[in-house]
């Protein structure tokens, strides 16, 4: 199985800062990677796909980049519904994995 | 709108077998596979298995083979999820989610948690 190393695991940041949160696949999986934004109690919302495709109603402040085995996912202006938990996923191949998630809370 | 209802919370002893539901809706049933996906309180997401609603064919994470039976009704478009066996470490929250192509999850339901009491 492919694993996701996601770093860091917990990230403490202001409204308004830029944060950027890694995840490194064990073998390349190319663009086939899928970010999701969890929040307590609720069920992970996707939001970009293919490493880099914003979803639809997604804010313009999201972006994901990378290939291969190293992704990143930005947020350029936090604001305060972004404070969440935030997955990646490889798409690549079967089965489906997870990285272990970037908790994002209030400094 | 694509929709996924999930059954309520259930609390059941160690040893003994949980079948959840997934009701779908607003979209063609037969043209999607659907996953399940678990959380154990304060962890990430671990992937259980799939089926296939055209064919029902299925598929289960290895760690779980022999314990996870994934069924579906045309009739009502629900997806179950029957997991036997459970022991405590299976306390968790259960997801249901849409594959709208190639394991990319566009749909989720809203979750079921399952407590396991020894």
């Known amino acids: 199985d492919i694993q996701l190393t996601q770093s860091p695991s917990f990230l403490s940041a202001s409204v308004g800062d830029r944060v950027t949160m890694t995840c490194r696949a064990s073998?390349?999986?190319?663009?086939?990677l899928a970010w999701y934004q969890q929040k307590p109690g609720k069920a992970p919302k996707l939001l970009i796909s293919a490493a880099s495709t914003l979803q639809g109603g997604v804010p313009s402040r999201f972006s994901g980049s990378g290939s291969g085995t190293e992704f990143t996912l930005t947020i350029s202006s936090l604001q305060p519904e972004d404070f969440a938990s935030y997955y990646c996923q490889q798409l690549q191949s079967y089965p489906p994995t997870f990285g272990g998630g970037t908790k994002v809370e209030i400094k | 709108q694509v929709q996924l209802v999930q059954s309520g919370t259930e609390v059941k002893e160690s040893g003994a077998s949980v079948k959840l539901s997934c009701k779908t809706s607003g979209y063609i049933f037969t043209t999607y596979s659907v996953h399940w996906v678990r959380q154990a309180p304060g962890q990430g997401l671990e992937w259980m298995g799939l089926i296939s609603p055209s064919d029902g064919s299925r598929s289960n994470a290895q760690n779980l083979q022999g314990r996870v039976t994934l069924t579906r009704d045309l009739s009502s478009t629900t997806v179950y999820m029957e997991l036997s066996s459970l022991r405590s470490e299976d306390t968790a929250m259960y997801f249901c989610?849409?594959?709208?192509?190639?394991?990319?999850?566009?749909?989720w339901g809203q979750g079921t948690l399952v407590t396991v009491s020894s």
């Open positions: 073998q390349g999986i190319s663009l086939y």
């Open positions: 989610a849409r594959d709208f192509g190639n394991y990319i999850f566009d749909n």
